[in-house]
Nanobody, 123 residues
Framework: QVQLVESGGGLVQAGGSLRVSCAAS???????MGWFRQAPGKERDFVAA????????YYADSVKGRFTISRDNAKNTVYLQMNSLKPEDTAVYYC?????????????????WGQGTQVTVSS
């Protein structure tokens, strides 16, 4: 069983930056990790993913060039650095784990999910 805990969410002005973190526990083998977000009344959408078996990263078109996903394997933690934030980025951000290779853009590819952390961008 993998447990995920997100942190680092908060309120930020448009154009500002924020970094959210996801700490994983309960498993030591390599796996991919992804970030999704869900705004009120909306579907849970893909944001970014990173492969723990390699060095590949993936981004949604809406965040590419503004967000950066990274990992620290020693800490078993994945980060999402969010720059040039827009009000449209406001959502609950969820961390997720995929135990094997799959389409990382889809929620159905992930096996474990965190509780989410709120990110609010004011205009």
């Amino acid at each position: 069983q993998v447990q995920l805990v997100e942190s680092g969410g908060g309120l930020v002005q448009a154009g500002g930056s924020l970094r959210v973190s996801c700490a994983a526990s309960g498993r030591t083998s390599s796996y991919a990790m992804g970030w999704f977000r869900q705004a009120p009344g909306k579907e849970r959408d893909f944001v970014a993913a990173i492969s723990w078996g390699g060095g590949s990263t993936y981004y949604a078109d809406s965040v590419k060039g503004r967000f950066t996903i990274s990992r620290d394997n020693a800490k078993n933690t994945v980060y999402l650095q969010m720059n040039s934030l827009k009000p449209e980025d406001t959502a609950v951000y969820y961390c997720a784990v995929a135990l094997r290779g799959s389409n990382y853009y889809r929620t159905t590819s992930y096996d474990y999910w965190g509780q989410g952390t709120q990110v609010t961008v004011s205009s």
